[in-house]
């Protein structure tokens, strides 16, 4: 009976984020119809243009912070390029509708295969070798795209960036008044990549990718190849990160070339580390986190109250990537898991006690039963 209570109390423990995540997936479709207000964090109450537009700004960076998570926590791969999948996407989307005339679907399904086909040559070059090399490899192509993308202004617009091409977008997805459809798209995109996150994580691929983060000579010993592994992975990150550049594109009407560039990547990698690496739901918070420290940081930064402060405050006070910088600082000081990483280990160290405890207290019981009770 007590092995049977367990074996329900466990399956119970595992739905319990599943039925979380539907609710809070309900709950953030039905914002854009409350009138909530978080002020100082939300700019306007939820069903107003501006709170959509900023929130749904924050999903796209937390899907592409997840596809990063992916790429790194699951793969083991610190990547410094993994911005030219995301700007693959939104280029590849925009190119689509102005160049080649499609509609807006048909334009999206070229954009992620375009995003693809980038992924797979780039990372089959770039598997030869690992570590640093690895890393130093996919910033090379990382920054090799940025110079194509500001050198073919005829294309991309080059350092004027690539508007939207709108009479291909259906009006549902075009103006302010129609905020609140872009709202639920790029929640519909967040979902799809946290799903497919997900699914690769449990699957028999992501145990092998893993593995081989773990030890690559074990899995060559177990007669697999590492190189398809990390290769597939890479590619699977690479299109969400096109999926999430595709969300960019339509809510921002439009593209830089700093969505290709390598300080993208490093504003991700900063998010990932901020939520924690490995865990889906850090990448989410760190990159929800981010967004709304960055853009409500800007608005703090030329605010009158900084702009009364002593010089020794207000110049840095006023530089929002210096408050960042410090607050990434004291994350990797004081919590070097990320806020994800903290919260589990806290929460492991709980569970611990509590199984010590019983155990404690199991032995206590037998020890004052009677002999012939114990015999």
């Not at 995540?21 to 002020?39: E, Q």
Request: hydrophobic letters at 55%; a neutral charge.
């Amino acid at each position: 009976m007590s092995a049977q209570s367990t074996v329900t109390a466990g399956g119970v423990r595992r739905l319990v984020p599943a039925v979380f995540g539907v609710a809070l997936v309900g709950f953030m479709a039905l914002l854009p119809m409350l009138n909530l207000s978080l002020p100082g964090i939300l700019p306007t109450p939820t069903y107003m243009p501006g709170t959509l537009a900023l929130l749904s700004l924050c999903m796209v960076f937390a899907a592409l912070a997840l596809s990063y998570n992916l790429l790194l926590g699951s793969g083991g791969m610190l990547s410094f390029g993994h911005a030219l999948y995301f700007g693959a996407g939104a280029y590849g989307l925009g190119i689509a509708l102005e160049h080649f005339g499609v509609p807006l679907w048909p334009g999206v399904f070229i954009a992620l295969i375009g995003g693809m086909v980038i992924a797979f040559v780039t990372g089959a070059v770039s598997m030869r070798v690992s570590g640093i090399p690895f890393a130093m490899v996919t910033l090379a192509f990382a920054q090799a795209g940025s110079v194509l993308v500001r050198r073919n202004s005829q294309i991309t617009g080059g350092e004027e960036g690539l508007g939207l091409e709108t009479d291909q977008v259906p009006d549902f997805l075009i103006g302010v008044i129609n905020t609140r459809n872009l709202y639920w798209f790029t929640l519909t995109v967040l979902v799809v990549v946290y799903l497919v996150t997900l699914w690769v994580d449990t699957s028999r691929l992501g145990h092998l990718a893993r593995a081989t983060r773990e030890n690559e000579q074990r899995v060559r010993v177990l007669g697999l190849s590492p190189y398809r592994v990390r290769l597939l992975v890479f590619v699977i990150a690479a299109v969400l990160a096109s999926l999430a550049g595709v969300a960019y594109m339509l809510l921002q009407s439009g593209t830089v070339p700093r969505a290709v560039s390598a300080d993208l990547t490093i504003t991700i990698l900063v998010m990932v580390v901020l939520g924690g690496v490995g865990f889906r739901w850090g990448a989410i918070v760190g990159g929800v986190l981010y967004t709304l420290l960055d853009q409500r940081l800007t608005v703090l930064a030329g605010s009158d109250a900084i702009a009364g402060l002593p010089d020794v405050l207000r110049v840095p006070l006023s530089e929002p990537l210096f408050i960042l910088g410090v607050l990434f600082i004291l994350v990797v000081m004081f919590l070097p898991g990320g806020i994800a990483g903290t919260i589990d280990s806290a929460m492991r160290r709980r569970r611990g006690e509590k199984v010590r405890g019983t155990l404690q207290t199991l032995d206590d019981e037998a020890a004052e039963a009677p002999a012939e009770v114990r015999a």
